[in-house]
């Protein structure tokens, strides 16, 4: 696999206010990066948690990730996980919705037959949504896909899953340490084919861990810039083809 | 103190909001689906009910949870505590049933209804589902034929089923949530505020 040297500098600076494309016509082959967009301070929204709270923590990354990938040119978000987890969710509310007006409306020896059905139909559509989550969706956070038309038309398609590392436990200081935080480890991975699908260009996996103090100040206030240079880091390298 | 979190529900977007308000949703739907299964297997129309008044002291008092199950061929036996209610009435009654009567029904041809009672002579007891009843409370004085809306006996259609055990005092949450809807409202605001603010 040959790669075009990319000439583009990484912006750092979080002064410049207004956006700037990368320069596509240095490498026509090669899709912008996450990197080289820029956000304006001024769009920001302040991002601030509760710091005690491990799930508050990664909520708020897991939503800033999000934010970050669906900007114009980048990837646009796929929500079939959502979706799907919508349509059973809602549907099995109906379902016990309908159940108990009918029970109610009904005699109750007349409404058994009809209750029976509502109750198996909503354990169904329960159990269907609770397999789904655990076993199709699991730790997935983000699905996103982009198509470009540079020379031939070029799809990528981008998956995220993240958790939390929790604090080990088989150190041997029973006091909180720097070295002994919980932190948050993504896992990306990246195909990039063309013609519908049918010849792969490029392909990359990596996964990699921080820790929560990183991005978050004492107060709970999320460093975006910091959090969105990683990710952008992590994915224009799996977007290079490195790791497995 | 709401003002982050319309912020946060603008960022996240249309289906996060649906998300949200499905946790809520799903919730009371999980429990109206164990109320209803509860029910199912216990063949009876409300497997929990409150005491309300105190017609069956010193044996329960009002406030007290009782646990309630029917099966479909038993027998009731005098000494049983059953809980009916008659279709139009609000409340269900728990009272002590004080003598049952068997109803045989007659069939028009011959040779099924010989059959039928021949069937019927083997069983130590009759099936209970043609049993008629007459109750009373404990605390009462006289027995409940007035309640019985121009029947004479209660009849096992009426019936929502046999107390099996309680739970003293429990009840009060419920005798409490309908004396006063406020709380009602307030309990059922809270829970939907939290679940639509909690993320998973």
């Known amino acids: 696999m040959v790669h075009r040297q990319n000439a583009t500098a990484l912006s750092s600076e979080p002064t410049t206010p207004s956006r700037r494309r990368s320069s596509a016509a240095s490498s026509p082959e090669k899709p912008p990066g996450p990197l080289s967009i820029t956000i304006s301070p001024e769009e920001r929204d302040v991002v601030k948690v509760n710091n005690y709270s491990v799930?508050?923590?990664?909520?708020?990354?897991?939503?800033?990730?999000?934010?970050?990938?669906?900007?114009?040119?980048?990837?646009?978000?796929?929500?079939?996980?959502?979706?799907?987890?919508?349509?059973?969710?809602?549907?099995?509310?109906?379902?016990?919705?309908?159940?108990?007006?009918?029970?109610?409306?009904?005699?109750?020896e007349k409404s058994k037959p009809g209750v029976w059905v509502g109750f198996i139909l909503y354990l169904i559509l329960?159990?269907?949504?609770?397999?789904?989550?655990?076993?199709?969706?699991?730790?997935?956070?983000?699905?996103?896909?982009?198509?470009?038309?540079?020379?031939?038309?070029?799809?990528?398609?981008?998956?995220?899953?993240?958790?939390?590392?929790?604090?080990?436990?088989?150190k041997t200081s029973s006091?909180?340490?720097?070295?002994?935080?919980?932190?948050?480890?993504?896992?990306?991975?990246?195909?990039?084919?063309?013609?519908?699908?049918?010849?792969?260009?490029?392909?990359?996996?990596?996964?990699?861990?921080?820790?929560?103090?990183?991005?978050?100040?004492?107060?709970g206030v999320m460093a975006q810039e910091v959090f969105e240079r990683w990710v952008g880091e992590l994915v224009e390298a799996v977007m290079e083809g490195k790791g497995a | 103190m709401f003002s982050d979190e319309l912020k946060a529900f603008r960022r996240l977007g249309f289906r996060h909001l649906l998300l949200q308000v499905l946790n809520f949703a799903s919730v009371m739907a999980s429990g109206l689906m164990l109320w209803k299964g509860l029910g199912l297997f216990l063949n009876t129309e409300s497997p929990i009910v409150v005491v309300l008044s105190g017609s069956m002291e010193p044996a329960f008092y009002r406030g007290d949870l009782l646990f309630l199950t029917n099966p479909a061929?038993?027998?009731?036996?005098?000494?049983?505590?059953?809980?009916?209610?008659?279709?139009?009435?609000?409340?269900?009654?728990?009272h002590r049933v004080m003598e049952t009567r068997d109803v045989f029904i007659s069939f028009e041809n011959s040779t099924e209804s010989r059959i039928i009672k021949k069937r019927l002579a083997k069983l130590k007891f009759p099936p209970g589902e043609h049993q008629l009843l007459l109750t009373k409370g404990d605390n009462n004085h006289v027995d409940d034929i007035e309640l019985y809306q121009g029947l004479d006996w209660l009849e096992r259609r009426h019936i929502i089923g046999k107390v099996r055990g309680f739970l003293p005092y429990i009840g009060y949450v419920t005798i409490a949530m309908n004396d006063f809807p406020q709380l009602k409202y307030a309990v059922l605001g809270g829970l939907g505020l939290l679940a639509l603010i909690q993320r998973e």
């Open chain 1, 55 to 108: 799930s508050e923590l990664k909520n708020a990354c897991d939503d800033a990730l999000k934010r970050y990938l669906s900007r114009p040119d980048l990837f646009k978000q796929i929500h079939l996980h959502t979706d799907v987890r919508l349509v059973l969710g809602w549907a099995g509310v109906f379902t016990a919705a309908a159940t108990g007006l009918y029970g109610w409306k009904t005699d109750f």
């Open chain 2, 73 to 94: 061929g038993e027998r009731y036996h005098a000494g049983d505590i059953t809980v009916y209610k008659f279709p139009g009435a609000d409340i269900p009654i728990v």
């Open chain 1, 175 to 219: 006091q909180p340490s720097s070295t002994n935080l919980p932190s948050y480890s993504l896992s990306i991975n990246y195909v990039q084919s063309t013609s519908g699908g049918k010849s792969l260009l490029a392909k990359g996996r990596t996964s990699e861990a921080k820790e929560y103090s990183a991005f978050f100040d004492e107060k």
């Open chain 1, 126 to 170: 329960t159990s269907l949504q609770t397999l789904y989550s655990y076993f199709v969706e699991g730790d997935t956070i983000f699905v996103g896909r982009r198509k470009t038309f540079s020379k031939r038309i070029m799809t990528e398609r981008i998956t995220i899953s993240s958790r939390t590392l929790p604090v080990s436990s088989s």
